[in-house]
């Protein structure tokens, strides 16, 4: 049988959607750095706990009150690239970046369903000499990037003109922001929805790099902030977020049984 038709669709897309959104929420999912014990004749030291545990497609959410302190709380950060953080029973390993994609891509969602997010005026116009075929690439792609703070003018003209800019990337230099921009969307994933990759792209050029010292209390809120996100452990990219070392393992290798 090739087709098989629902009597209600949109409730079943619904409940597929909400089920895989839940299964991605379960910390099952997060990759888990194994610690090696004394005679242990596993081949590698790294496994990915999350492909082991069954994920149970129609189980319980977490729910968003249960989220807060997913991560326990900060105890700094190692290579100026990832925060760590420990629970009573595991130690987290967040890369900075991603949590940060995270955090400020579904904050643009939200605000996109409110309206426009905050744009910036440029104080001087930018114009944009862009070889012709990026130049209609960016016409294509015009509503959705103003959808999203940008704001273009002069298409078909001589050259199109840059007038504002999503108030998240107000400190990043114009021109190469465009260039990046119609780079990425060149790339691949042309097969989602243009608006999900730009957002993904502003949330990517916005969020801190990693090689970036970060204070104690900006990790705190970075943690906390990603904590409440719907899917705190995938970029929009889907890479993963978190590591981690479970404790548990630690005090095996360590001998320590009481
Ligand atoms: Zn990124």
Known sequence: KAWVRFRHPRLIYEMVAAATQAALRRPGVMPGVEVRAEGDDRPSATTFSGVAEQVALFGDATGPGQARGLFGRVLG?????????????????????????????????????????????????????????????????????????????????????????????????????????????????ADKPTLDRALAFVACRAAVKANTPLGREEMERLVAELSVTETPYFCPHGRPIVSRVSLHDIRRELKRNW
């Open 77 to 189: 950060q190692v290579q100026d690239t990832f925060v760590v953080s420990t629970s009573e029973d595991e130690v987290f390993f967040l890369d900075q970046h991603v949590a940060h994609e995270r955090v400020l891509f579904e904050r643009l969602q939200h605000e996109l369903r409110e309206g426009v997010p905050a744009a910036q005026a440029l104080l001087f116009a930018e114009p944009l000499e862009l070889p012709p075929a990026a130049s209609s690439l960016l016409e294509r792609w015009r509503e959705p990037l103003e959808r999203l703070g940008f704001a273009f003018e002069g298409f078909g003209g001589p050259a199109i003109v840059l007038r504002a800019v999503p108030a998240l990337l107000k400190g990043d230099e114009p021109r190469r922001l465009i260039e990046a921009a119609v780079d990425e969307l060149a790339g691949p994933g």
